[in-house]
């Protein structure tokens, strides 16, 4: 019993790795117009490509925080 009690315990730090997380979304909803496409020349696409990596780790980001909580 004393196991599951522990496992369901809420960690010291989770309003700091949720506010982490909050703020990640938050600059991630706000960079989403970044990733439509807006001209076919390479260059453009480039930097769309790099926008969308960054997003990308991003929310890999997220997605450990969230994991660890």
């Known amino acids: 019993m004393t196991a599951k009690f ?19 979304l938050e600059d991630i909803e706000e960079r989403l117009n970044c990733l439509e496409i807006a001209s076919s020349e390479p260059d453009d696409i480039q930097n769309q490509l790099d926008q969308c990596m960054v997003t990308g780790q991003k929310l890999s980001v997220c997605v450990c925080i969230y994991v660890c909580l």
């Open 6 to 24: 522990v496992k369901f315990q809420r960690p010291a730090d989770f309003d700091g790795k949720l506010a982490h997380v909050k703020h990640l």
